[in-house]
């Protein structure tokens, strides 16, 4: 069962910090995501990470604003969002996976992930 935490209101320019905790078995073996849906959209990725930490993969809207890290001790894992803007509005979902090798095609599919959270709200105003 994954938790995430983090999301509030907040201007355009600042900074939030997300947090998806894992209880009970943990994250699993694999690569850890963050989705995002925002209102009358479809659910789309914003960045994954793979099981090891060696490899990041970000959509195009926050590459260079967003940076996804993970605790595998802690089962913790994180979604640093600076610069925010209104267009990042949306509810925020971590998902864990148990595929451990692939590419950004993989781990941005939706389909690869088996365990999700609830979301957290992030509102960024203008």
């Known amino acids: 069962h994954l938790v995430e935490s983090g999301g509030g209101l907040v201007q355009t320019g600042d900074s939030l910090r997300l947090a998806c905790a894992a209880s009970?078995?943990?994250?699993?073996?694999?690569?850890l995501a963050w989705f995002r849906r925002a209102p009358g959209k479809e659910r789309e990725f914003v960045a994954a990470?793979?099981?090891?930490?060696?490899?990041?993969y970000y959509s195009d809207s926050v590459k260079g604003r967003f940076t996804i890290s993970r605790d595998n001790v802690q089962n913790m894992g994180f979604l640093q969002m600076n610069s925010l803007k209104p267009e990042d509005t949306a509810v925020y979902y971590c998902?864990?996976?148990?595929?451990?090798?692939?590419?950004?095609?993989?781990?941005?599919?939706?389909?690869?992930?088996?365990?999700w959270g609830q979301g957290t709200q992030v509102t960024v105003s203008s």
């Open positions: 990470i793979t099981w090891s930490a060696d490899m990041t």
């Open positions: 009970g078995h943990g994250f699993g073996s694999g690569a």
């Open positions: 998902a864990a996976s148990t595929l451990r090798t692939g590419n950004y095609i993989y781990y941005s599919s939706s389909t690869i992930y088996n365990d």
